[in-house]
T-cell receptor
Framework: GAVVSQHPSRVICKSGTSVKIECRSLDFQATTMFWYRQFPKKSLMLMATSNEGSKATYEQGVEKDKFLINHASLTLSTLTVTSAHPEDSSFYIC???????????????FGQGTRLTVV | AQSVAQPEDQVNVAEGNPLTVKCTYSVSGNPYLFWYVQYPNRGLQFLLKYITGDNLVKGSYGFEAEFNKSQTSFHLKKPSALVSDSALYFCAVRDDYKLSFGAGTTVTVRA
């Protein structure tokens, strides 16, 4: 399957600082990437859809000024958690689908996730 | 909106025994269904998908799933479970351009 790389895998930051998480599609181009948040032993909550060259689409209840998404190229999307607080501590996962394949029968490929801890 | 439900939070089986993880779906139109597995502190790995065709879908690591339209189910199965199959399993359905996930089922396979 296709490879999606997410970095860093773990990060600890101080409250009030910002943290950037990168999501790269290594062997394919992705016009669309997705960012999820996962709480312990819980399902994935879609936060936003990242579109190359345009603004991200945020799900209801997700603060766009707090979770900044940039999708500057066909292989890279970034999520920046601004002014992080302890309640932002979570597991963040990105996924991507192949360019031109936003078809319903296409599986998504996931990054390995980022464990964010805000102290 | 399309949705899936996983009625069991946990499934425990002995190694070598059959493993079944349940999933039911609610969709308007044709369902596009997926199974993913997640190991601790890792992303999701794709196991298999049902789009159309044969109701029995074979996937990675010896897993298969049976699409049952009358029961609106898409249960994941493995004839003989391994300890290494212990993980969190998610059923998902395509909802427009997104994936809608079930709550997840934790599978524990004991030696």
């Amino acid at each position: 399957g296709a490879v999606v790389s997410q970095h860093p895998s773990r990060v600890i930051c101080k409250s009030g600082t910002s943290v950037k998480i990168e999501c790269r599609s290594l062997d394919f181009q992705a016009t669309t990437m997705f960012w999820y948040r996962q709480f312990p032993k819980k399902s994935l909550m879609l936060m936003a859809t990242s579109n190359e060259g345009s603004k991200a689409t945020y799900e209801q209840g997700v603060e766009k000024d707090k979770f900044l998404i940039n999708h500057a190229s066909l292989t890279l999307s970034t999520l920046t958690v601004t002014s992080a607080h302890p309640e932002d501590s979570s597991f963040y996962i990105c996924s991507a689908s192949r360019m031109g394949s936003m078809l319903v029968n296409t599986e998504a490929f996931f990054g390995q996730g980022t464990r964010l801890t805000v102290v | 909106a399309q949705s899936v439900a996983q009625p069991e939070d946990q499934v425990n089986v002995a190694e070598g025994n059959p493993l079944t993880v349940k999933c039911t779906y609610s969709v308007s139109g044709n369902p596009y269904l997926f199974w993913y597995v997640q190991y601790p502190n890792r992303g999701l790995q794709f196991l298999l998908k049902y789009i159309t065709g044969d109701n029995l879908v074979k996937g990675s690591y010896g897993f298969e799933a049976e699409f049952n339209k009358s029961q609106t189910s898409f249960h994941l199965k493995k004839p003989s479970a391994l300890v290494s199959d212990s993980a969190l399993y998610f059923c998902a359905v395509r909802d427009d351009y997104k994936l809608s996930f079930g709550a997840g089922t934790t599978v524990t396979v004991r030696a």
